[in-house]
């Protein structure tokens, strides 16, 4: 099993910036890819973005590429998004997740683990 804590979220005006910070515990060493997605009121949850372990590949929605960078510390298992520009739209529950799957890292049905989500408000 995976646990996954998140935490950075609040309130910042447009244009602002957050770091949002993710700590697995458990069996890190079986994750493949740790991702970010986001749920906003009354919407599905949709990818935000995701790294692969060993810090290969990186992947983005279009809605943040450019604006959003997703790092990890292997030695602290501890993924970070970084958000700048921020936008009203931007604004959600924020989750991390993981898997041990090397497939499918913009699909959140490939995720297995699942933190408990932060908030982030961006007021205009």
């Known amino acids: 099993q995976v646990q996954l804590v998140e935490s950075g979220g609040g309130l910042v005006q447009a244009g602002g910036s957050l770091r949002l910070s993710c700590a697995a515990s458990g069996r890190t060493f079986s994750i493949y890819t740790m991702g970010w997605f986001r749920q906003a009121p009354g919407k599905e949850r949709e990818f935000v973005a995701a790294l692969t372990r060993s810090g290969s590949s990186t992947y983005y929605a279009d809605p943040v590429k450019g604006r959003f960078s997703i790092s990890r510390d292997n030695v602290k298992d501890t993924v970070y998004l970084q958000m700048n520009s921020l936008k009203p739209e931007d604004t959600a529950v924020y989750y991390c997740?993981?898997?041990?799957?090397?497939?499918?890292?913009?699909?959140?049905?490939?995720?297995?683990?699942w933190g408990q989500g932060t908030q982030v408000t961006v007021s205009s």
């Open positions: 997740a993981a898997t041990v799957s090397p497939y499918g890292p913009m699909s959140r049905a490939f995720y297995e683990y």
